[in-house]
């Protein structure tokens, strides 16, 4: 049986946030997956600041946004994040954006982090806390 660990959050797009033909701009969709993955970090006790305890940071290293469907002022955007489970040193979200009023799919995304120390040196192993952050999601046995 496969885990799936996924979060979902809504967010009301503003009027700051689009463009002179009354969509969203592009850029702006780097920022609801950020917010994406505050809400998954948040909810499944992986957040930046449980990353930054154990003194460590996870830059995103890669990131890739497919746009599907238009999005307009005032419309209403799900976020689904989903992990998606690596035995290498990084973390790996997959996102789907849905229109809220038609559950239309807007766009797909995914980015890659990696762990590296407060002296941004790269990690080439996944971090005790990581593992067992994992054992406890039920990803993999635990590291005891």
């Known amino acids: 049986m496969s885990i799936r660990l996924i979060d979902q959050t809504e967010i009301k797009i503003r009027f700051g946030e689009v463009d002179s033909m009354g ?5 702006n969709y780097v920022k609801y997956i950020e ?6 970090g948040n909810h499944f006790g992986i957040s930046y600041l449980e990353i930054y305890s154990n003194k460590l940071m996870a830059p995103v290293v890669n990131m890739n946004i497919d746009y599907k469907k238009q999005v307009n002022y005032g ?8 992990y ?4 290498s ?9 849905f229109r ?7 766009a797909t995304a995914q980015t890659t982090q990696v762990f590296i120390t407060l002296d941004r040196e790269m990690l080439f192993y996944p971090p005790t806390f990581a593992l067992e ?12």
Do not use: P, Q
């Not at 917010?35 to 998954?40: A, I, K, L, M, V």
């Not at 209403?76 to 989903?82: C, D, F, N, P």
């Not at 998606?84 to 035995?87: L, N």
């Open 23 to 27: 969509i969203v701009w592009h850029g």
């Open 133 to 144: 952050w994992k054992a406890r999601m039920g990803l993999t046995k635990s590291t005891n």
């Open 35 to 40: 917010e994406g993955r505050e809400s998954f």
């Open 100 to 106: 809220k009023s038609d559950s239309e799919l807007v």
């Open 84 to 87: 998606i489970d690596s035995e």
């Open 75 to 82: 419309d209403t955007l799900l976020v689904e994040t989903e």
């Open 89 to 97: 040193a990084k973390i790996i979200f997959h996102y789907r954006l």
